[in-house]
């Protein structure tokens, strides 16, 4: 198998482990499979040590992205590990595994801010919204003000994030166009 499709395969697998473990009271789940994946994705980057950085800081920037979010009551995620009132362990961790896939599936929006903000703006919700139809999270009546929410924060966070990709980068450069 490609690199890429490894990549898009394990991010995957680690979505539906940490959406369905949350669902099922086992939130533990979520966090080992996407360690697992964290774990593989340093194992074949070239740059591990940018790759740490990023992947740190997208889980820091979840941790509190997430619990701003239900703090302010837009969704509840149950099956806490973390201290209340911080978020649930298993979605600052969500973070880590899509930080895992900026520099290999979604590497081709490095650089394209709009497009990027585009992906987050749509792709961010959907995810959620996915999540609540399989039973991890709930959202506050109405649910689209939550779903905005969470466009408005995905559409921030996905080109801040290839920003902050290509600040650890050895490469400063944009990727050709």
Not at 148 to 159: S, T
Request: glycine fraction near 10%.
């Amino acid at each position: 198998m490609t690199p890429l499709i490894v990549n898009i395969v394990l991010f995957q697998a680690g979505w539906f482990a940490s959406v369905l473990g949350a669902a099922r009271g086992l939130p533990w789940i979520g966090p080992a499979a996407v360690l697992l994946v964290v774990a593989v994705r340093l194992a074949c980057s070239a740059e591990r040590e940018r790759e740490i950085k990023l992947i740190g800081a997208a889980t820091g920037i979840g941790l509190l992205a997430e619990t701003g979010m239900t703090a302010a009551g837009f969704y509840v995620a149950d099956s806490w590990v973390l201290p209340h009132p911080l978020a649930p362990a298993w979605l600052p961790l969500m973070w880590s595994n899509f930080a895992t896939t900026l520099n290999v599936s979604l590497k081709p929006l490095s650089g394209r801010p709009v497009l990027s903000a585009l992906l987050g703006a749509v792709a961010g919700p959907l995810a959620y919204f996915g999540g609540a139809r399989l039973g991890a999270i709930r959202f506050s009546d109405p649910s689209w003000k939550g779903l905005l929410a969470l466009g408005i924060l995905w559409a921030a966070a996905v080109p801040g994030l290839f920003a902050l990709s290509r600040r650890y980068s050895r490469d400063h450069s944009f990727p050709n166009r």
